[in-house]
């Protein structure tokens, strides 16, 4: 049973070009969050998703950054528009759906580690 | 005030010491904390749940004071492979599992 993938490891773009982070989920996951780990701080939360819904996004920055979870495929989190502030790690995490709700465990992926130059 | 702060570290023990690291979090309505650990420039692990009658895993201890919401983790007879920042996270309110995490406590080990 393979873990999360996530897809590129590592990203380099430009100011003002965008950005797709990928995200698989492990096998009978159905729960999918995104966090934002900035350089030597701490992880942040920024959405959560369920097959084809937004469940949970008050952690996403207004603007220029959008998450889906379609019904096939990976979730996608996209960053228009880049900004030097936008370099981080950004790591996604799935959990299992059970009988009355998602648990708590979530397993992470190995992250993303997006430079803005 | 962030909802969850821990000691800033580093901690630099020698191979056989205890350590203890300690964590405050906000919401006093809080339901699940957890220990992670995560090795430089890694994803996050889980280390070990933390529940209130306290637990245990092998060298690691982790005990949860709800009435002060106050976390703690104790490593004993510590090992040069438990260097690592290891970060206190704890279920936010809302129903819908967001982790919310501390900054961190780094823990260097060395011989």
């Known amino acids: 049973n393979a873990g999360v993938m996530q897809n590129p490891r590592h990203l380099v773009r430009r100011r003002g070009q965008e950005a797709r982070l990928r995200c698989s989920p492990m096998?009978?996951?159905?729960?999918v969050y995104w966090y934002r780990q900035l350089p030597e701080e701490g992880l942040k939360f920024m959405v959560y998703l369920q097959k084809e819904n937004i469940i949970d996004e008050s952690g996403m920055p207004k603007e220029r950054f959008s998450a889906e979870f379609p019904k096939e495929g990976p979730s996608i989190l996209r960053i228009q528009q880049v900004v030097r502030g936008d370099s981080a790690a950004y790591f996604c995490?799935?959990?299992?759906?059970?009988?009355?709700?998602?648990?708590?465990?979530?397993?992470f992926g190995p992250g993303t580690r997006l430079t803005v130059l | 005030r962030k909802e969850v702060e821990q000691d800033p570290g580093p901690f630099n023990v020698p191979e056989g010491a205890t350590v203890a690291f300690n964590c405050t979090y906000s919401n006093s309505a809080s339901q699940s904390f957890f220990w992670y650990r995560q090795d430089c420039r890694k994803e996050p692990k889980l280390l070990m749940s933390v529940y209130s009658s306290g637990n245990e895993d092998g060298r690691f201890t982790a005990q949860l004071n709800r009435a002060s919401q106050y976390i703690s983790l104790l490593i004993r007879d510590s090992k040069l492979s438990d260097s690592a920042t290891y970060l206190c996270?704890?279920?936010?309110?809302?129903?819908?599992?967001?982790?919310?995490f501390g900054a961190g406590t780094r823990l260097a080990v060395h011989p």
């Open positions: 096998k009978g996951h159905s729960h």
């Open positions: 996270v704890v279920i936010g309110s809302g129903g819908y599992n967001k982790l919310i």
């Open positions: 995490a799935s959990s299992p759906l059970l009988a009355g709700g998602p648990t708590d465990t979530q397993y």
